[in-house]
C-alpha cells in the first residue's frame, strides 16, 4: 500500500517536472524568436527537447524565417541593381543634354541665319550660323528621346504580368518594311545586304513588337557592326528562324552572355548614343511572343538567331 | 487596320488650307501653342481649346474642317469626347489623336471610337501638317485628282490613265499604270512586293508576288523602248522605288 502510494506521487513528481520543463523550453522558443525580431537576425531556432510537436513547431518556424532571410537578400540585390541602372542612365541622359545645352547656347551667340552656299555641316567644328546649331541640338533630342522611350519600354516589359496580344502575322513582310524604314543608315554604312527571305512566314506574334525586335536588331548592326549584314531565314516543323549574321570590327569580341543584359555596351566608354537596352528588349519581347532568341561569336563574324513559333495549322 | 500614308504633297497645300478651321484640343498650353503657331503658318485658321468641355462648347457653336485632339485631357478625356462626336454630335469631322502612348498599346480601340489617324509625342510639326492635309483632301468636297505627275522624261495624267515617255505614248495595262504611278506620287518611298498589291491595286495579298516582279519588268522594258534611263530602282531585292532625278 505505501509501496503504490510512493509510486504514484513519483510518478507525479516527474510529470510535473516534465511539464515545467516543457512549459520552459516553449518559453526559451518565444524568447528566441523575440531576439530575432527585435534585432533583426537570421539566427534559426534550436530547441533541445526532442518532443514531436515542439519539433515540427520548430521547424515551421524555421521555415518562416529562412524565407524571410531570402526575401532579405531579393531586396537588397533589387536595390542594388536600381542603383546600378540609375548610375549607368545618370551617364546616359546627362551627356546628350549637355551636348543639347551647348548647342543652344551657342546658338545664341552665331550669327543668325544667312544665305547658304556651303553644304549642310555634320559636325560641330563646321557649324557656324544659329540655324546649324539648332539642327544640332534637335538631332540630339531626337537621340534622348528614343533613349527615354527605350528606357519606358524596358520598364514595362519587366513586369511578368504585361501581354501582348497575339494573333498571326507576317514576319518576313514585317523584317522587308523593318530593312526599308532603316534604308538610309544602313545603305550609309556602304554595304548592300545580302537577303535571302521567304515571300512569307507565318508566326504568331505582334506585329510591332516583331517589328520593333527587328528595328533594334538593325540597328545594333548599324552601330556596332562592320560590313555586310546577311539576313537568312529557315523553317522548321514548329518555328520559323531568322538569322543575321555581320563582321566584327578586328579585335572587337563579344560577350554573348552578357549581351543581352540591361545596359551592357561591348564599347566600355559609353561613348554611343544607344541606351544599352536595344537587345535586352528584343529578348523580352521575343520572350514574351513565345520565342527565343541566341546569339555567338563564330571568328569574327556575330550571328543572332530569333526564332518564332509558326502558325498553329502550319505546325507538322 | 489600314496603312497610314503620308502622300508626297506639292506647293498647293498652302492655298487648300487657307479657308481650313482647326480646332486644337490640348490642355498643355506651351504644346497648343507650338501647335497652333506651326498650323497658322501653313495657313489654317486654329481655335485652341484646353479641356474636353471647352472644346464641346466651341464645336456647339461652330463647324470645324478638322479637330487635333490630346487624349489626356481634364475632365472629359479625349476617348470621351470622339465617342460623343460621333454619337451625340452625329459628328463626321476627321480627328487627329495626339497620344503619348506607344505603338504596343492597343490603338484598335481608339479607332474603332472614330479616330482617323494619331501622331505620338514628342511629333514633328511637319508630320501633323502632313497628315492634316491628307485627311482634309480625303473628307475635302470632290477634290480634283492632281491632273498629272512627271518625272524626269515620264508624264503620267491621271484623267485619262495615259502615260507618255519623251512625247511617246506606253501601252500600260491598267495594273501598271497604277503601279506607276503610285510610285511617282511617293517618289522617295520603297515599296515591297506586297505594298504594291495592298496599295496600287486594293487587293489582298495571297502569298504570290512573282505577278508584281512580272509587271515591273514589263514597265521597265516598254519605258527601255524609248528611253534608256532608269525609272524604278529595285532596292536589296525587297522593294521598288522612283529612281532618283539626275543631280
Not at chain 1, 564599347?267 to 544607344?274: G, H, I, N
Not at chain 1, 513565345?290 to 550571328?303: I, N, P, T
Not at chain 2, 503601279?179 to 491595286?201: G, H, M
Amino acid at each position: 500500500m505505501l509501496a503504490a502510494l510512493l509510486i504514484v506521487s513519483l510518478l507525479l513528481v516527474l510529470q510535473t517536472g516534465y511539464g515545467l520543463y516543457y512549459r520552459r523550453q516553449i518559453r526559451d522558443v518565444g524568447r528566441q524568436l523575440d531576439f530575432i525580431g527585435k534585432h533583426d537576425s537570421f539566427k534559426l531556432i534550436t530547441t533541445q527537447l526532442q518532443s514531436r510537436e515542439l519539433s515540427r513547431l520548430v521547424e515551421s518556424c524555421n521555415e518562416l524565417l529562412r524565407e524571410r532571410r531570402a526575401q532579405n537578400q531579393r531586396f537588397i540585390q533589387k536595390n542594388e541593381e536600381i542603383h546600378e541602372t540609375i548610375a549607368s542612365l545618370s551617364h546616359d541622359i546627362r551627356t546628350p543634354l549637355a551636348a543639347l545645352d551647348g548647342y543652344l547656347q551657342l546658338a545664341e551667340r552665331a550669327e543668325p541665319v544667312q544665305e547658304r552656299t556651303e553644304p549642310v555641316p555634320e559636325r560641330a567644328e563646321q557649324a557656324s550660323h544659329r540655324a546649324d546649331y539648332v539642327r544640332l541640338a534637335r538631332s540630339r533630342i531626337k537621340g534622348m528621346a528614343k533613349l527615354i522611350e527605350e528606357l519606358f519600354l524596358y520598364t514595362k516589359l519587366q513586369n511578368p504580368d504585361y501581354r501582348l496580344e497575339l494573333s498571326t502575322v507576317d514576319a518576313a513582310e514585317l523584317l522587308r518594311h523593318s530593312l526599308v524604314m532603316q534604308l538610309e543608315p544602313i545603305a550609309a554604312t556602304g554595304y548592300e545586304p545580302e537577303l535571302a527571305l521567304p515571300s512569307q512566314a507565318l508566326v504568331v506574334g505582334q506585329a510591332h513588337a516583331i517589328e520593333r525586335v527587328f528595328g533594334n536588331v538593325l540597328s545594333n548592326y548599324v552601330h556596332h557592326g562592320e560590313g555586310r549584314l546577311t539576313i537568312h531565314c529557315r523553317e522548321t516543323e514548329s518555328e520559323w528562324e531568322f538569322m543575321f549574321a555581320n563582321p566584327l570590327p578586328p579585335g572587337r569580341t563579344i560577350d554573348a552572355e552578357r549581351l543581352f543584359q540591361r545596359f551592357y555596351k561591348a564599347d566600355p566608354a559609353r561613348s554611343e548614343q544607344t541606351s544599352g537596352l536595344g537587345l535586352t528588349i528584343v529578348q523580352s519581347l521575343v520572350q514574351k511572343m513565345k520565342g527565343s532568341v541566341r546569339a555567338e561569336q563564330l571568328d569574327q563574324q556575330f550571328c543572332l538567331w530569333i526564332r518564332w513559333p509558326k502558325k498553329r495549322e502550319e505546325r507538322v | 487596320m489600314s496603312r497610314r500614308e503620308i502622300d508626297d504633297l506639292r506647293g498647293t497645300e498652302n492655298q487648300r488650307g487657307a479657308n481650313s478651321r482647326i480646332l486644337i484640343v490640348e490642355d498643355n498650353a506651351q504644346i497648343s501653342e507650338i501647335i497652333a503657331a506651326g498650323l497658322r503658318c501653313e495657313g489654317f485658321r486654329c481655335t485652341q481649346a484646353y479641356s474636353g468641355s471647352e472644346a464641346m462648347l466651341y464645336l456647339a457653336q461652330t463647324g470645324y474642317e478638322l479637330i487635333v485632339l490630346d487624349l489626356m485631357l481634364p475632365g472629359l478625356s479625349g476617348e470621351e469626347l470622339i465617342s460623343r462626336l460621333r454619337g451625340e454630335l452625329c459628328s463626321s469631322v476627321p480627328v487627329i489623336v495626339l497620344s503619348a502612348r506607344d505603338q504596343l498599346d492597343h490603338k484598335l480601340e481608339l479607332f474603332a471610337r472614330g479616330a482617323d489617324d494619331y501622331v505620338t509625342k514628342p511629333f514633328e510639326l511637319a508630320e501633323l501638317i502632313a497628315r492634316i492635309h491628307a485627311q482634309l483632301k480625303r473628307a475635302g468636297p470632290a477634290s480634283e485628282a492632281e491632273p498629272a505627275y512627271r518625272h524626269k522624261q515620264l508624264l503620267l495624267d491621271s484623267r485619262t490613265y495615259h502615260a507618255t515617255v519623251k512625247g511617246h505614248p506606253l501601252q500600260l495595262t491598267r495594273q501598271e499604270y497604277r503601279i506607276l504611278e503610285l510610285l511617282l506620287k511617293n517618289p522617295s518611298r520603297v515599296f515591297t512586293k506586297q505594298d504594291l498589291y495592298t496599295l496600287a491595286w486594293d487587293e489582298p495579298y495571297m502569298g504570290e508576288d512573282k505577278t508584281i516582279t512580272v509587271h515591273i519588268s514589263n514597265i521597265r522594258n516598254k519605258i527601255k523602248a524609248h528611253c534608256e534611263q532608269s525609272y524604278i530602282e529595285t532596292i536589296w531585292g525587297i522593294g521598288f522605288r522612283l529612281s532618283r532625278a539626275q543631280p
